[in-house]
Every structure is written in structure tokens, then in C-alpha cells.
């Protein structure tokens, strides 16, 4: 018992005073532990406290005959330091989430590069040195670097792995896929090479050189597959190629691909056609004869939310027509908006300038006139949206043809994710592989954001800050060098959708 143990205190023969931990047996004194000898006030007040320790340890101790000892949880305030405070947390939930989505099979040093697109995207050196400062993960910067390229080993299974998880955890039959393509851009001006080329910037950034990716997801978002292109390679150029090789993969049935109007075109319609494919593309209808304008506007009611379909002509292919109140009042400002910077072009006869409506004039060469034919042409459509497919209605009716085209948006918040949450751009590498890995590294960020945003219903930024706000605070007594590790509250991360796809079972 505690009350069997006392603290002497002793002045020795040099003159300091010496601690002890002692108790009495049968009259006799017994030093149980000796703690020290001071000279000052100061080392005598720290070995009395040292002294009272022991003794509530040694109090503590069960019987001879036991094998374990009891823990103090004594601390002492006036020597407490919080040494650290780190976020295991949310790298335990984000590496569990790494596991849902089939991407375990790889190297940790892949994973964290991963994860930490979703947590604090950066230069792989600037990663390394967060994933220290927040998860105590060391890596060498030679070896991440001599490791990168070699990522691109793995693409087929990754994107197997991807396919796999949209199937097992969103019943996902692949009868449907969208399509769409973006540009990256990279810091640098140099001139292009056989990956890095200057082309139509979607970033407004055409003097610096870029790369095209085709990202192809399910109707719910979900990236299954992904390739890279030369900066300046048509992007309609680019769909068949990635649609064959994950049907060649991942399907014994074809398809229906969905992709915009910047697919279109005569080639594509006959490629996929070709190929057994259906599809749903957007159509470019003022690029269509005056004739087919003119029966679209004699057949469809000006009412929001009138369809009809028509035989495109000398075509294989339909052409779905929808009115849109909304689409007629945003297509109406931007009518006007061009034919007044065309107006005042002409006016000023700005040979520099171009605009939508504009055109050299057939008289003088030099000189511009106001494009009518075009101008007709774009007036009749205003309010009017397009779809090209050549599935029959009886197979799928003209509403859900639509509905299905809508669902490019997933495509389009997919790229939006991965260039602002993950920060896919700019890209500072310059050799290819390094390149390549790059962007895989961000479609396995990606896979992991859709996953946690689809199965929590949360936005990702939302989904990180709730991780990130449970942390591990590391507190030390320097008195005693003991060690305790204090967490934050979990009553956000509890309450949310998270808890129930992360928490370990």
C-alpha cells in the first residue's frame, strides 16, 4: 500500500541533500528506491517530485508473484509539453479508402502520393515533406523519384481496380459510359515535343505547351478509364480509341457512349457506327443545312420543354430537338452580346478583331459585313439543343436519350475536382514518364474523391475537413519522459455518412 512507503529526505556528509523512497519493516528502515542527491532548491524540489512518482508506482505494484505492472497515469502540469500534433486519423481512414477502391496491391509509396492529392496536393517534393509533418511518413527524396515512373506498370490494374469497384459497390453494369476530354497545361514556354504540345487551350493558356486527357465514368461520376494525348490532337480523335480498349477489358457488351458536340463529327459517326457502337452526342445544329433548320423550327412549339425527333438527312443517325425556356433566355443574351461586338467591328472596320458574326466583305477585301446567313441561322435556334444518336425511339424514348446526355455534367465536375481539388494543373514535369504518372497518380486521387463523395453524399472539400479535424495530440513529461497521445473530438466525424464507409470493422 501506498501508505507503507514514505519520502526521506537526508542531508549527507558532503552537505547535499539526498531522496529517498523507503519503508519500514519490523523497526528497521529499508531505501526502496534511492532518487538522487541535490545541491540546490530547485534539484531538490524536481527530486522530491521524481520521489513521489516512484512511490505511486511502486504503491501500485501488485504482488511479487505477478508478471505485469500496473501503469501510472500521473502527469505533471508544470513540465507538460505538447511536442507534436498530427492527422493519423485521417491517413488511417484515407489509406481505408485506398483499400475500398482495390488500390492495397501497391506500393505505400503510391498510395500516399494518392491520398495526399485529396488532402494537400503539391510538388512531390513539398508531399513528401507534408506526409512527415502530418503522418510522421518518412520517405527519401531519391527513391520517390526513382519509383514514380515505374507507377505506370500498374496503370491496367489500377483501372481494372476501378472498374471492379463501380461494379461491386455501385451495381454498375457499364451499359452506359460518358466521354469528355480537358487540357493540362505546364509551367514552362518551351517549344512542343512528342507529348507536350501548344493546341486549344480549355485553361485560356494556348502560349504555354499542354497534354489532352480523355477521362472516361459511369453515369454516377465514378472514373473507370483515362489516356493522354498530345497537346494538340483534335479531341474528337481521341473517344474511340479509349472506348474499345475498356470495352476490350471490362465488357462483353458494347456500350452506349455519351459525349458533347465537340465529338462530333462525320468520321466519329461512322467509326463508332462501324464498330457496333450506340451513341448519344451533342449536335451542332447551325452547322446543319438551312432546310433541316427551317423543318426543326416549323415542327418544334416554342414551349419550355417540347421535343421532337427527325431523320437527319443522307444521315444513319436521328436528331433529337429540345426547347428550353432557360436555355432561350441565356441563348438570347448571348446573341446579343455577339451581334453587338459584330456591329461595332464593322463600324470601326477593326481588321484585327474578329467576331461570330463577322465576315470579309465579297466588294472590298479588306473591309467586313455583318454575316446574315449565319445570323438567321442562330436566331431560329435560340433556345433549341440538339442530340445526335442513332439508338431507335423504340428502344430509348427522346426523354431519357436526353436525361442520359445531361449526365456529362459527372464528367465535367469529375475534371473540375481534379483541377482544383486535386490540382492536376499545372504540371511541373518534363519527362514523359514522369508526366504519365502524374496524371495516373491524380485518376487515383480521383477514384477515391468520386468514391467518398458518391457513397457519403459529401463534397470532397466537405469529406477532408472532417477528416482533417480530428487530431492527435502528442503531450510529454519531461519530468518523467513518459508519453500520452490525446484526440480530438470525433462527434463530426460520428455523426456524418463517412463514419459508416471508413470506421474499421
Excluded at 342 to 359: D, P, Y
Excluded at 412 to 441: C, G, N, W
Aim: positive net charge; glycine residues 4%.
Amino acid at each position: 500500500m501506498r501508505g507503507d512507503l514514505s519520502i526521506r529526505r537526508v542531508r549527507t556528509a558532503s552537505g547535499a541533500i539526498a531522496v529517498q523512497v523507503i519503508r519500514y519493516s519490523r523497526g528497521k528502515r529499508i531505501i526502496v528506491r534511492h532518487i538522487g542527491s541535490s545541491h540546490t532548491d530547485e534539484e531538490l524540489t524536481v527530486l522530491c517530485q521524481k520521489a513521489e512518482i516512484a512511490r505511486e508506482q511502486l504503491s501500485l505494484q501488485p504482488s511479487l508473484f505477478s508478471t505485469t505492472e500496473k501503469p501510472s497515469k500521473l502527469l505533471h502540469e508544470d513540465h507538460l509539453q505538447l511536442t507534436s500534433v498530427t492527422h493519423r486519423f485521417a491517413y488511417t481512414a484515407l489509406k481505408k479508402c485506398s483499400q475500398l477502391c482495390g488500390l492495397s496491391f501497391l506500393h505505400p509509396l503510391y498510395q500516399d502520393l494518392a491520398l495526399m492529392r485529396i488532402v494537400e496536393p503539391a510538388s512531390k517534393l513539398r508531399t513528401i515533406e507534408l506526409l512527415a509533418n502530418y503522418f510522421g511518413i518518412s520517405y527519401a527524396e531519391r527513391s520517390v523519384y526513382r519509383l514514380l515512373p515505374k507507377l505506370l506498370e500498374h496503370k491496367n490494374t489500377i483501372e481494372d481496380a476501378a472498374c471492379h469497384t463501380a461494379k461491386v459497390h455501385f451495381g454498375e453494369s457499364f451499359a452506359l459510359v460518358l466521354y469528355d476530354v480537358t487540357t493540362l497545361y505546364f509551367e514552362s514556354h518551351e517549344p512542343n515535343d512528342e507529348l507536350r504540345a501548344r493546341g486549344f487551350s480549355k485553361d485560356d493558356k494556348s502560349k504555354q505547351p499542354q497534354i489532352v486527357v480523355g477521362l472516361l465514368v459511369t453515369p454516377q461520376g465514378f472514373p473507370i478509364r483515362h489516356e493522354i494525348y498530345k497537346g494538340n490532337t483534335f479531341e474528337g480523335h481521341t473517344m474511340l480509341d479509349v472506348v474499345k480498349e475498356f470495352q476490350k477489358r471490362h465488357t462483353n457488351s458494347k456500350p452506349i457512349i455519351v459525349a458533347d458536340a465537340a465529338m462530333l463529327s462525320q468520321e466519329n459517326m461512322l467509326l463508332l457506327e462501324a464498330e457496333g457502337y450506340q451513341y448519344i452526342v451533342g449536335a451542332r445544329l447551325a452547322n446543319a443545312p438551312r432546310a433541316f433548320i427551317e423543318l426543326i423550327t416549323s415542327r418544334l412549339k416554342r414551349q419550355d420543354g417540347d421535343v421532337i425527333r427527325l431523320s437527319y438527312p443522307n444521315r444513319s443517325y436521328d436528331v433529337i430537338c429540345a426547347y428550353s425556356e432557360k436555355r432561350a433566355k441565356k441563348d438570347q443574351r448571348e446573341f446579343d452580346k455577339h451581334i453587338a461586338k459584330a456591329q461595332e467591328i464593322i463600324f470601326q472596320q477593326e481588321s484585327g478583331k474578329r467576331a461570330k458574326f463577322v465576315k470579309k466583305s465579297a466588294d472590298h477585301k479588306d473591309s467586313f459585313t455583318l454575316n446574315e446567313e449565319l445570323k438567321e441561322k442562330a436566331e431560329k435556334l435560340i433556345g433549341i439543343k440538339g442530340y445526335c444518336t442513332n439508338i431507335p425511339g423504340s428502344t430509348l424514348s427522346n426523354i431519357q436519350a436526353i436525361e442520359y446526355y445531361h449526365g456529362l455534367w459527372h464528367v465535367e465536375q469529375a475534371f473540375r475536382m481534379s483541377k482544383t481539388d486535386l490540382r492536376t494543373r499545372p504540371i511541373f514535369h518534363y519527362v514523359h514518364d514522369a508526366i504519365r504518372a502524374h496524371v495516373l497518380l491524380c485518376f487515383m486521387g480521383l477514384m477515391m474523391g468520386k468514391f467518398l463523395e458518391i457513397k457519403t453524399g459529401l463534397s470532397l472539400r466537405r469529406v477532408r475537413d472532417i477528416l482533417w479535424n480530428v487530431q492527435e495530440a502528442h503531450i510529454k513529461d519531461a519530468l518523467t519522459g513518459k508519453c500520452i497521445i490525446l484526440q480530438t473530438n470525433m462527434k463530426d466525424f460520428n455523426e456524418s455518412e463517412l463514419a459508416q464507409v471508413l470506421k474499421p470493422h
